[in-house]
């Protein structure tokens, strides 16, 4: 079977197995989408730094850290 899906930015048709898997964290929540690989590239050049991890949908997704732009910092030492 050849599903297809469309990128989550572009719109742009591809098979599923063609679809690259991006995990990030938006404040608490975990977004996840499913880019193209040109959108794949846009999102890891606007990162500061990409890690690999498991993902659900692709053996392999590729983790974004959006950067100390967001100006959000927990401060540790805070829990309790
Ligand atoms: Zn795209």
Known sequence: MDQTFSCERCGRELSRRRLKEVVYEEGRHRIRELLCANCL????????????????????????????????????????
């Open 41 to 80: 590239d846009q999102v890891m050049n606007e990162s500061s730094r990409v890690r690999g991890v498991v993902g659900t949908i692709r053996a392999a997704a590729a983790h974004i850290d959006r950067g100390p732009a967001g100006g959000e910092r927990v401060s540790m030492g805070q829990r309790g």
